[in-house]
């Protein structure tokens, strides 16, 4: 018994080195601005910085932008999926599963291709357009976890009954989805909206090859050119997705007290 | 000198004694079983015998070894678990052959062995299938031929029928003991299913909140159980208060009649409260030669079981459940007859709770 | 890229219920379906037609023979090494983690940190953890001082660079390993008392028990995971160039430098670089998906 806790105990000790560290070094890094003394300079200088601002907000607008499209092209799919269509099940899975196949960069590099100004749909051609095909990207990039998230809560309710007995009083079919089954499936949908907004805030490859204003160029371009503030920029990026992580944990406790009653 | 014996064996764990002073004795070739409600402590017995439990205190020797300090892989016993446990990963023949691969056997001896096995649980032609392709009772049979492909000094089984459904339980339940007497391997069979205890084992051991209560031949058990707790958890029991008349004639009050017990009543005084057994299938409508006492009675319940009929009767301050066999010349009796009821004194049982 | 954890699921599908109107019920997922094909799926196509064609639309191989130069070659093999490196390391320490975590007999609480961490860390890559890494392995990191100050170790004159093969799979592994531990953690908890049971009193060892039983049921998760990880690290650009710039040529960096016009002249090279790409982590995820139902298979 205590030769076999031993050995664990040493995994886990080397585990904590290999995380600790890098955690430890940023937020070390982070705080040396200022020589010789600890000081939280970096923080203010970024925080102070008009384009972390400008940026900062333009991904979070973006991150919500694509929980809201995702949600409405996921949720009523994966319900009629289930309802209508189970003999499609797989074929739709297998498309969910794609953006993991295929790497963003050749995604975006189709969409370049595909949306530029000269060709039929030329979205590439606005800033606006561009905005909506990146938003319409991230979508893509979430679909595997926003899909799987909605499909595992949608079977822990059962979608035709509760279906038949809102339609038997006399419910619509938007009053069917809005009242009934997202309500059933809130849980899933706010586990997969926190995780696309940690995957999309500090996304890179999307918004950098469509020049798009977004935090994740700005934060390489700060990396290229800085040398305390990237430390600091990491701390920053590190807590929101930790915050996504804790939230999703949060509420899925919160689902289980409150199905317990 | 016995195969296998445990002498006061205890197991605690954390401040929870889960088994307290366990004495028993098994001659080459028996079949054990260790009959008790879940959570009595069988499992825990077994573990012990098998070496992934240590014993808090006693000792356990087979063929004369103490074997508490050996490791499992040491001690040579062949063990069967209630959910199969057969490697996922390996097919029925693979399965068998897996403690003879481990022991390093040659190829030619393992197959064989294998096939030999096979034969014996009548699944020859399953060899090449996966776990995941059979049915559970030809999983538990496989798992019955891994266990004893090794020819183990000790063959343990621990509730190996219960997640089975009931025919299979039953045709399973003869097969293994049909296979454990032509092998002479002496068994250990842990059950909750007083059915199961009584038609395979030689002898049964049944167990209460971590106690021994009763070793003995399913005849003794069933008919003279040695406490309340035996007598209720195997078979169907009338259960009587009473009072004693007087010791010495052997005389009980129940309700407003005496009525004549031949189980020596013990050092126990006039007054005192006594509880009596009494087996459904003792009593009889009709009288038999050899039964000594009559009692009347009204009868309150009649369920007709098919073969048997199981009649409850009132005798004025107590019930008496009783067994008549099915006979389609004489209807069966009818509730709110008169009837006597006739036994011998000799058939009831004074519990010693 | 990340990849988050996707336990997989047998569905118990609704029961489909036949009606007047389920000619038209496909209509429902007319939405679904033309946001995969716009955005998905065409888009996709466009680049793996755009490889066999050359500048006049006519067929031709020549694009994708033209990946057999030296430099193309090249990047494709650093890109190899470093996803299965990352990979292999990533299944190693993963799993020794799981298994401390399942069965190693630690305190039961600490269960729970370790896979809320293990979500965290697996989500946390891009460009905050190349600045990690830099902050902590770089010049001027954390531990590269210490190494130095305190014990005297130079890891940069031993040949340590992080902007190199070494500090790139060092980097990965902090998103790779959580990963592992995410998807294996479950299938060691998956793996019965009564298995380890059954064969040790048959007479095997514990190193006997984990070569023939343990190891064979995990095998096809292993495999399956082991195969994510490596496309998981090969598709992973924001890392490698938040880290490296272009200093480091490894096939996706060569393949951002190129859709951003900088470097290879033809543009169709570049569909055959993605190609190529498209290819291996469609091998490795093929391969993720099969062992992962052979696995499914067994435990059941
Ligand atoms: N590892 C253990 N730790 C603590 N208590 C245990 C452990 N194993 C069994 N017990 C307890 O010991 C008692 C007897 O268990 P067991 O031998 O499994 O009973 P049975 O097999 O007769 O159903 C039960 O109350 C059970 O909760
Ligand atoms: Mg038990």
Redesign the interface.
Known sequence: MKRRSLWSWIVLVLAILYFGLPLLGTVDFSMKMRRGVYSLDAYWAVLGDPRFQATFLYSVVMACMTIVVGVLLVVPTAYWVRLKLPRWRPVIEFITMLPLVIPAIVIVFGYIRLYNTSSWLPLTGSALGTDALLTLGYTTLALPYMYRAVDTGLRTIDVATLTEAAESLGAGWITVMWRVILPNVLVAVLSGAFLTFAIVIGEFTMAALLNRPAFGPYLQLVGANRAYEPAALAVIAFAITWICMGLIQLVTRLQKHTMRV | MAFLELSGVRKDFELVRVVRDFNLDVERGEFISFLGPSGCGKTTTLRMVAGFETPTAGEIRIAGRDVVGLKPNQRNIGMVFQSYALFPNMTVAQNVAFGLKVAGKPRAEIDARVAQMLGIIKLPQLADRYPFQLSGGQQQRVALARALAVQPQVLLLDEPLSALDAKIRVSLREEIRAIQKALGITTIYVTHDQEEALSMSDRIVVMHEGRVDQIGTPFEIYNTPATSFVASFVGTLNRIEGIIADPSAGTVRVGARDVAVASPLGARRAGEQVSLALRPEAVTLAPRPGQDVAIEARIVEVAFLGSVIRVRADIGGATITLDTFNSPASPPPRIGDAVTLHLSSSDWVVLAD | ????I??A?A???????RSAR?SF??L??V??MA??L??????????VI?AFRDQDGAFTFANVLHLFQPSILSAYWISIRISVASALLGCV?GF??A???SI???PRW?RGPVM??S???S??A????????????GR????TVLLRDWFGVNIYAMGFNILSFSGLTLTY??FQ?PLMVLIVTPAIDGL?R??R?????????TP?YWR??AL??L?PTLLGTFALLF?NA??A??TA??LT?SSLSIV?IL??AQ??GDVLQDPHL?YAL?LG??VL??IA?GIY?VTRSRAE????
Do not use: C, D, H, Y
């Open positions: 890229m990340t990849t988050a996707t336990p699921e569905g118990a599908a609704a029961p489909a219920r389920v019920a496909w429902g997922i939405p679904f946001f995969a716009l955005f998905l799926i065409v888009p996709t196509l466009q680049i755009g320490a020794f983690i298994a401390a975590v190693g007999n630690l600490m809320t961490f979500g965290v860390a989500n946390f891009g460009v905050p953890l190349a600045f990690a890494f830099l902050a902590t392995f001027l990191g954390l531990v592994l902090f390993i019965k009564e298995w049971e059954a064969a040790v009193i048959l007479g095997a060892s006997q023939m039983v064979p049921i095998w496309a090969f598709g650009v924001a160039f938040a710039g996706p393949l951002f859709i951003r570049g993605a790409m498209i982590t469609g995820n998906i298979r067994w435990i059941k």
